[in-house]
């Protein structure tokens, strides 16, 4: 019996060929379970997993496959630091589209499966240090509240991946709501024919957004509502201060969710120049650039999808342009929405946005912690130094909520929801990963237990809930490994 009762579907292949080549994972030596993720599985199937760890791991390691199934490898190209480039699949397996009893369509992939047509001169591998990070992270970024693939199995592969030293390697099982990206239009627009595009448009629209089959011109509906979810996307990310660390449009999803957990990281001190990863030394992709490459993506998706836009090209250009428009104020306002609620007020106004500005001044001149900073403004035990340090914002803010009615407690109950008291920080994943390297998973499964409830203080491990002085000055996330 395969992991899911119910056999895969594979609408994707209906697409026209271009867009996919059928391919087998490679059999590895040894596959060994090393993390399984029960309720992501309960959610998937309505009940618990029936088989054994040994057959758990022979299918998630892509040695044995399901009955009937078609893997495949899938065709995108895409932006990288802003230099179009053909990516493809190139350590990834769809190895099939499973339904929930709610009728949602997941992809079930394996990452670091082996290597397919569109590899290059990579090899197909994936570390279990990088994979086990993308699950810590993947799953922090879900219970926080924000759409993301998710992650449901470990494998490792008893073989070893060599890197700038020999890692250990891993099959990571991801599911998302599909893998259909901005780069899967670049792909489509530059590689494919004008019919291809458009089916890649109908199948997208069709699977994520059946309600714009109704409206009069789906292609520029497409255009505004991907906007929109990634406009939410982003925000959501700010809030909780997340860089996600390569913005590449392969890696912006149609559906809107996170994805590609490679140098992602959390900010630990507030600058919005913050960026971790080695690859990207001009801060393309730092924390505060995010809202503005996303943008960016949103055009080279329009560019993509301008010919189905309208049949004379100045117009489509016009059409594409008046979408692309809306989004600085648009985000703008939605921004400013949710800055006011970490502060404790139920909307934005000039005076709540001038206050909302001036913390975030003192919070990086002084270097102060994103995250703790929010949460002290409800926390007890924190409020009288956080007093110390902002007296006059303090007093300003205490004026604006009597202003506007707020009470202590609205501004409290706001301000939970929106605040996370806590956050995978830089130091505990390196830690818990160090030890999971050497054999040990407790560290580990404590962690996976603490991003499960971010909006409740964490008690067990004091000190997972601030980062050492300094510490992030010398850190360092790596892409791809
Ligand atoms: P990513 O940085 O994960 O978004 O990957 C960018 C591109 O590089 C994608 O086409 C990946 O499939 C490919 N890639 C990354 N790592 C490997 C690898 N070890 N072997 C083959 N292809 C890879
Ligand atoms: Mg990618």
Redesign the pocket.
């Known amino acids: 019996m395969f992991v899911f009762k119910t056999p895969f579907e594979t609408t994707y292949s209906n697409l026209p060929s271009i867009f996919f080549k059928e391919q087998l994972p490679t059999s590895i030596r040894k596959p060994e379970l090393v993390l399984f993720n029960h309720d992501l599985y309960r959610e998937l199937t309505d009940h618990s997993i029936e088989i054994s760890n040994e057959e758990i791991a022979s299918f998630l390691s892509g040695n044995k496959i399901p009955e009937g199934a078609k893997p495949i490898a899938q065709a995108y190209a895409g932006h990288q630091f802003g230099h179009f480039t053909m990516?493809?699949?190139?350590?990834?397996i769809l190895l099939g589209e499973h339904l929930s009893p709610t009728h949602q369509r997941f992809d079930i992939q394996l990452k670091g499966s082996g290597?397919t047509p569109?590899?290059?001169r990579?090899?197909?591998?994936?570390t279990l240090r990088s994979m086990l990070r993308e699950y810590i992270v993947s799953e922090a970024i879900f219970h926080l509240g924000i759409p993301s693939s998710r992650s449901l199995a470990v494998v490792k592969t008893g073989e070893p991946v060599y890197r700038e030293s020999t890692h250990q390697g891993a099959v990571l099982t991801r599911t998302m709501s599909s893998h259909i990206r901005v780069g899967t239009f670049e792909f489509a627009r530059n590689f494919g024919t004008i019919d291809d595009l458009r089916a890649l448009t109908a199948y997208t629209i069709h699977r994520h957004y059946p309600e714009l089959e109704e409206w009069p011109h789906p292609a520029l509906g497409l255009l505004e509502t991907v906007m929109k979810k990634q406009l939410d996307l982003i925000v959501s990310w700010m809030r909780v201060g997340f860089i996600h660390g390569?913005m590449?449009t392969?890696?912006t999803g149609l559906a809107g969710e996170t994805y590609?957990y490679?140098p992602c990281a959390f900010m630990n001190g507030y600058h919005p120049g913050t960026v971790f990863s080695s690859i990207d030394r001009d801060g393309r992709y730092a924390f505060g650039n995010q809202p503005s490459i996303i943008h960016w993506n949103m055009y080279a998706l329009a560019n993509a999808l301008l010919p189905l836009f309208d049949d004379d090209a100045q117009k489509a250009m016009q059409k594409g342009q008046s979408i692309l428009d809306a989004f600085e104020k648009d985000f703008k306002d939605a921004y400013q929405n949710m800055m006011a609620h970490k502060i404790g007020f139920s909307s934005s106004s000039t005076e709540i946005n001038e206050l909302v500005d001036q913390l975030l001044q003192i919070m990086q001149s002084e270097n102060m912690d994103y995250t703790n900073t929010f949460r002290g403004l409800l926390e007890e035990q924190s409020l009288s130094t956080l007093r110390s340090v902002i007296p006059d914002w303090w007093r300003k803010r205490e004026e604006l909520l009597s202003y506007y009615n707020i009470s202590n407690e609205e501004a409290k109950a706001e301000m939970q929801k929106v605040n996370p008291a806590f956050i995978p920080r830089n130091h505990v994943v390196e830690f818990v990963l160090d030890i999971a390297e050497s054999g040990n998973l407790q560290p580990l499964q404590d962690l996976l237990n603490a991003v499960k409830t971010p909006y409740i203080p964490q008690l067990n491990h004091p000190s997972w809930n601030f980062s050492p002085e300094n510490h992030d000055k010398e850190y360092v996330t790596f892409?791809?490994t």
């Open positions: 990516l493809g699949d190139g350590r990834a290597t569109y590899s290059r990579g090899d197909g591998r994936a390569v590449n392969d890696n590609d490679g892409c791809g």
